[in-house]
């Protein structure tokens, strides 16, 4: 009964390093998506990938690299992480229908 | 481009009491959803109601309405009934139905809601 699994949960990076933030369900949903939560801006979608072999870009996708690594499994990159990535991401997906998205748990990421 | 704009940062409501939390929405589509999602202190993101744009009459899950208005683009959430456990962020949010660049869901910036004992 897992839902969205997010790994890490939290993390602090240093300008300047990379990593990379997982997400994996198991809801055998087509629609996986990245969003970035911050005070006062709501939910902003960095990327999405309608299906299996696909991606495309969100409203604030610079910075960010995604790939969609099989059907479960929706990975986003931070290259060289900035302090204004400093932010909670959510992965999410969305079955077909109803429209309603899935979310994992978040992960709070703090670049210094 | 679509977009939601809940006008009150912040409500305040008794325990017992009931509230209602505004929704606009911009659009030239006549086909959609809209959703309710509430996030209490722990993060979590949880749905709390769903109205597809076709139907007229206005979803009821529980102490939780909402006040579908498709013409003014209007979709407030009623909370009746109101419990400590309501007090979270909440999200109003917005898809057309279909595929392709469809697939985006676009949310507000949220509403802060305080219950008080």
């Known amino acids: 009964n897992a839902g969205v699994t997010q790994t890490p949960k939290f993390q602090v990076l240093k300008t300047g390093q990379s990593m990379t933030l997982q997400c994996a369900q198991d809801?055998?949903?087509?629609?996986m998506y990245w969003y970035r939560q911050d005070p006062g801006m709501g939910l902003r979608l960095i990327y999405y990938?309608?299906?299996?072999?696909?991606?495309d870009k969100g409203e604030v996708p610079n910075g960010y690299n995604v790939s969609r690594l099989n059907k479960r499994e929706f990975s986003l990159r931070l290259e060289s992480a900035a302090p204004s990535q400093t932010s909670v991401y959510f992965c999410?997906?969305?079955?077909?229908?109803?429209?309603?998205?899935?979310f994992g748990e978040g992960s709070r990421l703090t670049v210094l | 481009a679509q977009t939601v704009t809940q006008s009150q940062p912040e409500m305040s409501v008794q325990e017992a009491e009931t509230v209602t939390l505004s929704c606009t929405y911009d659009t030239s589509e006549s086909d959609y959803y809209l959703f309710w999602y509430k996030q209490p202190p722990s993060r979590q993101m949880i749905l709390v109601i769903r109205?597809?744009?076709?139907?007229?009459q206005n979803a009821t899950e529980n102490r939780f309405s909402v006040n579908f208005q498709k013409a003014a683009k209007s979709f407030s959430l009623k909370i009746s009934d109101s419990q400590l456990g309501d007090a979270a962020m909440y999200f109003c949010?917005?898809?057309?139905?279909?595929?392709?660049?469809?697939?985006?869901?676009?949310f507000g910036k949220g509403t802060l809601l305080t219950v008080n004992p």
């Open positions: 990938s309608a299906s299996e072999g696909t991606t």
């Open positions: 109205q597809e744009a076709y139907k007229q």
């Open positions: 809801m055998n949903h087509n629609s």
């Open positions: 999410a997906s969305r079955t077909t229908g109803t429209g309603e998205l899935f």
């Open positions: 949010a917005y898809k057309v139905t279909g595929g392709g660049s469809n697939y985006k869901l676009t």
